[in-house]
């Protein structure tokens, strides 16, 4: 019986026992003004000419894109290297447990409150009709409970699958057995690299007595400084060198290969990775505030992040203006769901 698990840098599964073949996956980065999530600089167009090369494809690969829905599938390579283009969503996870006791969290494991699972819920609603190919989520359960929540809302009902690739043992027994299964399956690939800051001593403290004791202005340098870490944890700038790398070593090459990508992550890992995208200076990350269970969406095309806003609504007529094949995706699940 044919058997696949999955390949993390091809972002496909792959028949068991070639999954550890194709490993040479190329590596590879005003104004202000309010919206929903925060503070943004407005696109410039200057900085978004990253170089980027094509991801080698695999002839072996089962591909986990949906061949008739997706819009970033094209049937020939050249038109492929022309239009590749894709969505990726960020969206930081919904209220925990220790939000709602205005706790320092970092990298502390807690749950999602009830109202956090609404959000997430929610979330899912207002990006129900746009493409999920990929999920990236932190080694933390809120990231992780977010990005399952929100994708029992999606109109396509494909079912996120944990990827364990832990251990060649953990590979091995997690591996799917239908062809047809894994085309209905989003693989959903947690990394610590995404995880919030790690806040040092001030995990578990609250904040309004941190505050108390240690002054307004203290808190808000070890809250929003780009490079002054709280004591013993990171500063956003060593929060970023782990985050952004890792989009940038694993997500992007993603994106390059036309696969709509989602991230449920945290505040500051997404501060980070918003930073690069939006080339915010180290001073415009500092009035940067995420709030919680708030989707974000970008457009990938041609090595260029273009931020699109967060969707109102499922079928917020604006969104699907964005690309054709935003409105050709959704058009097809109208007709399919019908
Ligand atoms: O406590 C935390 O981990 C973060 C996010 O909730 O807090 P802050 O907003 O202060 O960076």
Not at 123 to 152: C, E, F, H, W
Not at 184 to 205: D, F, H, K, T
Request: aromatic share 6%.
């Amino acid at each position: 019986m044919a058997a696949a698990v999955f390949h993390q840098s091809l972002g496909t599964f792959l028949p068991h026992g070639q999954a550890n073949v194709a490993s040479n996956v190329p590596k590879l980065n005003s104004k202000c003004f309010k919206v929903e999530i925060g503070v943004f600089r407005k696109n410039s167009p200057r900085s978004r000419n990253t170089s980027i090369r094509a991801i080698q494809s695999s002839s072996s690969q089962t591909s986990v894109v949906d061949p008739i829905l997706s819009p970033s599938i094209n049937t020939s390579d050249d038109s492929q290297k022309k239009q590749n283009e894709a969505a990726l969503i960020l969206i930081r996870h919904g209220e925990s447990l220790w939000n709602e006791k205005n706790l320092f969290t970092g990298c502390v494991d807690v749950p999602l409150t009830r109202k956090g699972v609404e959000e997430a819920i929610e979330a899912g609603k207002r990006i129900s009709n746009i493409p999920v190919d990929m999920i990236y989520t932190s080694s933390l359960i809120r990231a992780q409970m977010t990005a399952m929540l929100a994708m029992t809302q999606h109109r396509r009902k494909k079912v996120p699958v944990i990827i364990h690739n832990e251990t060649e043992q953990a590979r091995v027994w997690s591996q799917i057995f239908s062809e047809e299964t894994i085309k209905q399956s989003i693989p959903v690939i947690a990394s610590w690299r995404l995880n919030e800051r790690m806040y040092g001593e001030l995990q578990g403290l609250n904040k309004q007595e941190t505050a108390d004791r240690y002054g307004k202005e203290q808190v808000h340098e070890w809250r929003r400084s780009y490079d002054i870490p709280p004591p013993n944890g990171e500063s956003l700038e060593m929060c970023a060198e782990r985050a952004v790398a890792y989009f940038k070593d694993q997500i992007v090459p993603q994106l390059q290969s036309g696969k709509n990508v989602m991230i449920a992550a945290h505040g500051n890992s997404l501060r980070s990775i918003i930073m690069y995208l939006d080339k915010l200076t180290s001073q415009e990350v500092i009035s940067l505030e995420l709030s919680t269970g708030i989707p974000m969406l970008y457009i990938f095309k041609e090595g260029n992040f273009i931020r699109r806003g967060s969707p109102a609504g499922p079928s917020e007529a604006g969104v699907y203006a964005y690309t054709r094949r935003l409105a050709l995706y959704r058009q097809k699940l109208d007709e399919m769901l019908n």
